[in-house]
Nanobody, 116 residues
Framework: VQLVESGGGLVQPGGFLRPSCAASGFTFSSYVMRWYRQSPGKERELVAGISSGGGSTNYANSVKDRFTISRDNAKNTVYLQMNGLKPEDTAVYYC??????????WGQGTQVTVSS
């Protein structure tokens, strides 16, 4: 299993980014995918999740109505459209998949910094 995030960066408050996560080594279309984030000194928190077919999503209250998770099963890629970014969204964002017999897999993370 390999998860590779990209698309983070530095953006001003109110701006947008669209990180992506390219997956390989497993049947991507069969698994729920999630984005987490972790800020310095804080625990890793769930940001958003999407069902295997993409028809069901869920979000943390702090990002609801600003972030949108999506996936392209033909490209084995999951995305996180982040609009209206705030300084408190600054974190390393991680892609995640959980498998029943082997547990959690994580990417290396992509840094998102929201600052003027």
């Amino acid at each position: 299993v390999q998860l590779v995030e990209s698309g983070g960066g530095l953006v001003q408050p109110g701006g947008f980014l669209r990180p992506s996560c390219a997956a390989s080594g497993f049947t991507f279309s069969s698994y729920v995918m999630r984005w987490y984030r972790q800020s310095p000194g804080k625990e890793r928190e769930l940001v958003a999740g999407i069902s295997s077919g993409g028809g069901s999503t869920n979000y943390a209250n702090s990002v609801k109505d600003r972030f949108t998770i999506s996936r392209d099963n033909a490209k084995n890629t999951v995305y996180l459209q982040m609009n209206g970014l705030k300084p408190e969204d600054t974190a390393v964002y991680y892609c995640n998949v959980w498998m029943v017999f082997s547990g959690d897999y994580w990417g290396q993370g992509t840094q998102v910094t929201v600052s003027s």
